[in-house]
């Protein structure tokens, strides 16, 4: 799947900057959502729904936001592409709150090999099926949460891919989560909380390896602070806004944006560090 920049890819959030009359950010209204549901169907991946159950007393997490939203569908339309494209591979999802994006994941991860892939170099029948991969799905709060829903909506057999995980930013990760690179990291607005921006990076740069990890970041332009996180990010990763996804034009005029980071040459342990 190509991904696209255009010469103005610095700027992303530069244009939202201009807007900001000062650095202060203006809380999206917010609907207190305590026992109620969210059902979630996807136009290329229309054998499954998922159902979310959602909590915001402990905080704002506990909800589905728009960007996680934006993220699945994205992740439908690379597996639609490539029905292939997470069998094997380590996905970890930070900030997951409800868990939607992994609990998505974990699903497209079993269903890797389907026989309606329309990918151009599908698995082999007769092929020894390989490690089907592993996706944690994590955050700081909302552990309880995120195992109800994986509960709600995955089989026996997709749980095994799927673990619900407490990783704390800025902390070193667990083991478990370190054991095997990391190939895909998940992150849907995580970039709102000034005082979190050096603790998230650090735990990018920790579960990137070379040449290996991809990070595919959701965030919606809100402020100039945001703009300061993208470039200590850019110092570290190199990044990209994807505008291949077809749904660019309708998450675009919300603001929304879609960015793939690779950690620079140099910058993360290598395949054989410990």
Same mark, same amino acid.
């Given at each position: 799947?190509?991904?696209?920049?255009?010469?103005?890819?610095? *700027?992303?959030?530069?244009?939202?900057? #201009?807007? *900001?009359?000062?650095? +202060?950010?203006?809380?999206?209204?917010?609907?207190?959502?305590?026992?109620?549901?969210?059902?979630? /169907?996807?136009?290329?991946?229309?054998? #499954?729904?998922? =159902?979310?159950?959602?909590?915001?007393?402990?905080?704002?997490?506990?909800?589905?936001?728009?960007? /996680?939203?934006?993220?699945?569908?994205? $992740?439908?339309?690379? @597996?639609?592409?490539?029905?292939?494209?997470?069998?094997?591979?380590?996905?970890?999802? $930070?900030?997951?709150?409800?868990?939607?994006?992994?609990?998505?994941?974990?699903?497209?991860?079993?269903? %890797?090999?389907? /026989?309606?892939?329309?990918?151009?170099?599908?698995?082999?029948?007769?092929?020894?099926?390989?490690?089907?991969?592993? +996706?944690?799905?994590?955050?700081?709060?909302?552990?309880? $949460?995120?195992?109800?829903?994986?509960?709600?909506?995955?089989?026996?057999?997709?749980?095994?891919?799927?673990?619900?995980?407490?990783?704390? @930013?800025?902390?070193?990760?667990?083991?478990?989560?370190?054991?095997?690179?990391?190939?895909?990291?998940?992150?849907?607005?995580?970039?709102?909380?000034?005082? /979190?921006?050096?603790?998230?990076?650090?735990?990018? +740069?920790?579960?990137?390896?070379?040449?290996?990890?991809?990070?595919?970041?959701?965030?919606?332009?809100?402020?100039?602070?945001? =703009? #300061?996180?993208?470039?200590?990010?850019?110092?570290?990763?190199? +990044?990209?806004?994807?505008?291949?996804?077809?749904?660019?034009?309708?998450?675009?005029?919300?603001?929304?944006?879609?960015?793939?980071?690779?950690?620079? =040459?140099?910058? %993360?342990?290598?395949?054989?560090?410990?």
């Amino acid at each position: 799947m190509a991904y696209n920049s255009d010469s103005d890819n610095d *700027d992303i959030f530069q244009a939202q900057s #201009r807007l *900001d009359t000062g650095n +202060v950010l203006v809380q999206e209204q917010e609907q207190s959502r305590i026992g109620t549901e969210q059902i979630f /169907a996807f136009d290329r991946y229309t054998s #499954r729904t998922i =159902k979310i159950a959602e909590d915001t007393s402990g905080g704002c997490g506990g909800k589905t936001w728009e960007a /996680a939203t934006v993220l699945s569908n994205h $992740l439908v339309h690379r @597996w639609h592409e490539n029905h292939n494209f997470l069998q094997g591979l380590n996905v970890v999802e $930070l900030g997951a709150g409800t868990g939607v994006v992994g609990i998505l994941a974990a699903m497209l991860m079993k269903d %890797s090999g389907d /026989a309606n892939s329309t990918s151009t170099n599908p698995i082999p029948a007769n092929t020894t099926p390989v490690n089907p991969g592993k +996706v944690f799905i994590t955050d700081m709060l909302f552990l309880d $949460l995120m195992q109800t829903n994986v509960d709600l909506n995955l089989s026996e057999s997709e749980r095994e891919c799927a673990k619900v995980v407490e990783l704390k @930013w800025g902390e070193p990760s667990p083991a478990e989560v370190l054991s095997e690179p990391v190939h895909i990291i998940l992150a849907s607005d995580c970039v709102y909380l000034e005082a /979190a921006f050096e603790p998230l990076l650090e735990t990018l +740069v920790e579960l990137s390896t070379e040449g290996v990890t991809e990070i595919l970041i959701v965030s919606k332009k809100r402020r100039k602070a945001d =703009k #300061r996180f993208f470039d200590k990010l850019k110092k570290k990763f190199d +990044v990209v806004e994807v505008k291949d996804d077809p749904d660019y034009p309708v998450y675009s005029r919300q603001s929304l944006a879609i960015l793939s980071a690779r950690i620079k =040459k140099g910058g %993360s342990r290598k395949l054989n560090d410990k």
